[in-house]
């Protein structure tokens, strides 16, 4: 099914920021036929992280999953902040994305391709985050991104 215009947000994770993966992605995704409406590189601080994963707040791996995005265990001090529009933008950005356990994704997907369970953290150093619905993509882009920030 098409869906229509939907808002989703893209992360590119401290395991992509170590591996100099922003260029790439951001090439990728402009094949998409979707529009960026924001972009910006944040130093995440722990009250974003929490708001952003608040759904996850009780599943066992929560805390590494703050940990992650905050850069603790890839020694980085900023990720990238995209916000996508266009028709069908959920499932364009996540077929592109593969499945959030990297050792289960296709090796066609930039988490097949880049990502791996990392075996010290037992994270899954998943390269990119998407948004898994327009609702939350809405909800998530209202989280990272201020109205002014946007270019509509
Ligand atoms: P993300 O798309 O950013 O949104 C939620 C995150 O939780 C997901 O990517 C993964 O990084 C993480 N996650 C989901 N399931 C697991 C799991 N079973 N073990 C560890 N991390 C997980």
Redesign the pocket.
């Known amino acids: 099914m098409i869906n229509k215009e939907e808002r989703v947000l893209v992360?590119i994770?401290p395991d992509a920021m170590q591996k100099q993966l922003a260029g790439i992605i951001i090439h990728d995704l402009s094949q998409l036929n979707i529009k960026m409406i924001g972009l910006k590189l944040v130093s995440v601080k722990k009250q974003l992280a929490e708001k952003h994963?608040e759904d996850?707040k009780e599943?066992?791996?929560y805390p590494?999953?703050l940990k992650?995005?905050l850069g603790d265990f890839h020694n980085v001090n900023s990720i990238i902040a995209i916000a996508y529009s266009g028709e069908d933008a959920v499932n364009k950005l996540r077929d592109y994305?593969g499945k959030?356990?990297p050792d289960e994704a296709d090796p066609s997907t930039i988490r097949g391709r880049y990502g791996k369970v990392n075996s010290k953290t037992?994270?899954?150093d998943?390269v990119?985050?998407?948004s898994?619905s327009p609702e939350n993509g809405q909800r998530e882009i209202d989280i990272w991104f201020s109205k002014q920030e946007l270019v509509e």
């Open positions: 992360l994770k994963y996850h599943k066992p791996f590494d999953l992650y995005i994305a959030t356990n037992h994270n899954f998943n990119m985050h998407v898994d």
